[in-house]
């Protein structure tokens, strides 16, 4: 079973849609998170929900809103999506506390905004 | 998060220990020194972590300096497999900053 799947795991779409990037994880972990790597291979934290609630949120657009339905989801949509917004993003999760045992990070979806 | 420095890449023979520098000179006392790496792509992968003492598991050893301000990722026998960008962080856990890590090439 996959600890932590995001679909699609690709996207291509063009600049003005509106779209949807989805993530669960089955590992019980309570915090989640979306980074976004972009084509130089830098990953930026984007957002971190703990329980459903929003812990961090790294001065991204408000084009981008995540939804926590439950501790096990954290879904990304994407407004008027730009070129700029060309990346792979990762969904992952955690157990909060100091000194977890480390995120689990999912295989990546890669958006294409042409 | 402490800010931390890698040599941008590395090679080493297969079969061979890789050991992978990382310096953490203003890391906090209760900051951790973790180590990910990212294969060609794939989501990062959590190696291992550590606040004092030397640490390992079935994948790496991580030694830190008795002063904290470094940190050496020791794969033991190097495979192809291995090959990845390797990324220390220091941090407490709840947000994971990843720099610009170490490319390390595994040669045959």
């Known amino acids: 079973d996959t600890a932590v799947s995001q679909t699609p795991k690709y996207l291509v779409t063009q600049m003005g849609n509106d779209k949807s990037i989805k993530c669960e994880q089955n590992l019980g972990h309570d915090t989640m998170y979306w980074y976004k790597q972009d084509s130089k291979k830098f990953l930026k934290i984007m957002f971190s929900y703990n329980n459903k609630e929003l812990i961090i949120n790294e001065t991204v657009p408000n084009r981008f809103s995540p939804k926590s339905p439950d501790k096990a989801h954290l879904n990304l949509h994407i407004n008027s999506l730009e070129l700029g917004d060309s990346a792979v993003y990762f969904c992952?999760?955690?157990?909060?506390?100091?000194?977890?045992?480390?995120?689990?990070f999912g295989s990546g979806t890669r958006l294409t905004v042409v | 998060d402490a800010k931390t420095t890698q040599p941008p890449s590395m090679d080493c023979a297969e079969g061979r220990a890789a050991n992978l520098p990382c310096n953490h000179s203003t890391i906090s006392g209760n900051e951790y020194v973790y180590w990910y790496r990212q294969i060609h792509s794939q989501g990062p992968q959590y190696i291992i972590h550590?606040?004092?003492n030397n640490e390992t598991n079935e994948m790496a050893s991580l030694i830190i300096t008795e002063d904290r301000k470094s940190s050496t990722l020791i794969l033991p026998h190097a495979t192809l497999r291995d090959t990845a960008v390797y990324y220390c962080i220091g941090g407490s856990g709840d947000k994971l900053t990843f720099g610009t890590g170490t490319r390390l090439a595994v040669r045959p």
């Open positions: 992952a999760s955690s157990q909060s506390g100091q000194g977890n045992y480390g995120y689990t």
């Open positions: 550590g606040l004092k």
